[in-house]
């Protein structure tokens, strides 16, 4: 391990520290318990689901109104590519969208703030003292959890290794990583977990890696690549469900017929993925073209790679009951970031090694 880091230039060990460091702050708020809930209960809460203190820290909305309101700016951008024409024409329109960004996740944050402190008052003997003191105080504490989230993110765009949205976005699951991977192993070798299954999950994570990061590696981590990458299974995920609900609904005008259909599980659902994959590939190649900015490999790539990973994972679960300690969208990000920061560290040793050759 010493020997690794000795290979890596200093300034990209700093960022890797600065990351580290960024990951470690927002893995301690999430074990801060949310003000005014009552530690017997929540430890009854935490004893049936261990992962609910993460949903009753401080953090408890954390990069989630962000992220809500990241969706919805790529989806215009996406629609309208006139948008993303004019964020990329001047440095000044990027930081004025960002700004935007900014405004609408904090609403956002008061807005889901509030529906959790009301939640949180229906769960009975959660809550010490439910009421309006109880509310103000516990949308304060979840919007400032959210703006330190944010704010972490800020630092390790900026003096990290960047992706500080998919650090965060992935924190959680590489938390919990150690302890599934445990839990599996010790469930193999008892027998209550088949050993086929073990070996499918690693077998299409570890295939899933591979296609993902040869994907990155061809683009050579062009950033419109890895930015219709990281987003596509996000946005066609979070598409997927009213499209269908909405093509149920003219089809059978019926409100639970129209519900079974958005449902995943179903053939036509999975069909209905994967051309949603193939319509949001596509439109961020128009969108960015529209801003002068091309995709250096093909689109057919993207998409096989992308709609298989997602829907090759939820068909595994399904029909093969394979637990897999990341999900396809986790393994994608993972992946993606994974490369990105291969080929700049990469890139940062290359100035070094042509400074040795030259002595």
Same mark, same amino acid.
């Given at each position: 391990m010493?020997?690794v880091?000795?290979m890596i230039?200093?300034?990209?060990r700093r960022?890797?520290?600065?990351?580290?460091?960024a990951?470690a702050?927002?893995?301690?708020g999430?074990n801060?318990?949310?003000?005014?809930?009552d530690p017997a209960?929540?430890?009854?809460?935490?004893?049936q689901?261990?992962e609910?203190?993460?949903?009753?820290?401080?953090f408890?909305?954390?990069?989630?109104?962000?992220?809500?309101?990241?969706?919805?700016f790529?989806?215009?951008?996406l629609?309208?590519?006139?948008?993303?024409?004019?964020?990329?024409?001047?440095?000044?329109n990027?930081y004025?969208?960002?700004?935007?960004?900014v405004?609408?996740s904090?609403?956002l944050?008061?807005?889901?703030?509030g529906?959790l402190?009301?939640?949180?008052?229906?769960?009975?003997?959660?809550?010490?003292e439910p009421?309006?003191?109880?509310r103000? &105080?516990a949308i #304060? /504490? =979840?919007v400032?959890?959210? %703006?330190?989230t944010?704010?972490l993110?800020?630092?390790i765009? +900026?003096a $990290?290794?960047?992706?500080?949205?998919w650090?965060?976005?992935?924190?959680?699951g590489?938390?919990?990583l150690?302890?599934?991977?445990?839990?599996l192993?010790?469930?193999?070798?008892?027998?209550?977990y088949?050993?086929?299954?073990?070996?499918?999950?690693?077998?299409?994570?570890?295939l899933?890696?591979a296609?993902?990061?040869?994907l990155?590696?061809?683009?050579?981590a062009?950033p419109? &690549?890895?930015h #219709? /990458? =990281?987003?596509?299974?996000? %946005?066609?995920?979070?598409a997927?469900?009213p499209?269908?609900? +909405?093509l $149920?609904?003219?089809a059978t005008?019926?409100?639970?017929?129209?519900t079974d259909?958005?449902l995943?599980?179903?053939?036509?659902?999975?069909?209905?993925l994967?051309v949603?994959?193939?319509?949001?590939v596509?439109?961020?190649?128009?969108?960015?073209?529209?801003a002068g900015?091309g995709?250096?490999?093909?689109?057919a790539?993207i998409?096989a790679?992308?709609a298989a990973?997602v829907i090759?994972?939820?068909?595994?679960?399904?029909?093969?009951a394979?637990?897999?300690?990341l999900?396809?969208t986790?393994?994608?990000?993972?992946?993606?970031?994974g490369?990105?920061?291969l080929i700049?560290?990469?890139?940062?040793?290359?100035?070094?090694?042509q400074?040795?050759?030259s002595?």
């Open positions: 010493l020997t880091l000795k230039e200093p300034a990209f960022r890797l520290a600065i990351t580290a460091a990951l702050a927002y893995c301690l999430t801060i318990p949310l003000p005014g809930i209960a929540l430890a009854q809460v935490a004893n689901d261990p609910t203190i993460t949903h009753l820290s401080v408890a909305i954390g990069i989630m109104p962000l992220l809500n309101a990241m969706i919805l790529e989806a215009a951008k629609l309208l590519p006139a948008i993303r024409r004019w964020e990329a024409a001047t440095p000044r990027v004025r969208m960002w700004y935007a960004l405004g609408l904090l609403l944050a008061v807005l889901q703030a529906g402190a009301t939640a949180l008052e229906d769960i009975g003997g959660l809550v010490i009421g309006h003191a109880f103000t &105080t #304060a /504490t =979840l400032a959890g959210s %703006i330190v944010i704010s993110m800020i630092v765009d +900026t $990290g290794t960047g992706f500080g949205l650090w965060l976005f992935l924190a959680n590489l938390i919990q150690p302890r599934t991977s445990a839990v192993a010790v469930a193999t070798s008892s027998g209550e088949a050993a086929g299954s073990l070996l499918l999950a690693l077998a299409f994570t570890a899933a890696i296609a993902v990061v040869n990155v590696l061809a683009a050579r062009a419109a &690549t890895v #219709a /990458t =990281l987003w596509t299974p996000i %946005i066609a995920l979070t997927i469900t499209a269908m609900f +909405t $149920g609904l003219f005008w019926s409100l639970d017929r129209a259909i958005a995943p599980g179903s053939v036509p659902w999975y069909v209905a994967a949603v994959v193939a319509l949001v596509w439109l961020y190649r128009r969108s960015y073209a529209a900015i995709f250096p490999i093909p689109s790539p998409i790679s992308l990973i090759g994972g939820a068909l595994l679960e399904q029909y093969f394979v637990v897999q300690p999900g396809g986790q393994l994608i990000i993972a992946a993606v970031v490369a990105s920061m700049e560290w990469r890139k940062s040793a290359q100035p070094e090694e400074a040795q050759q002595a």
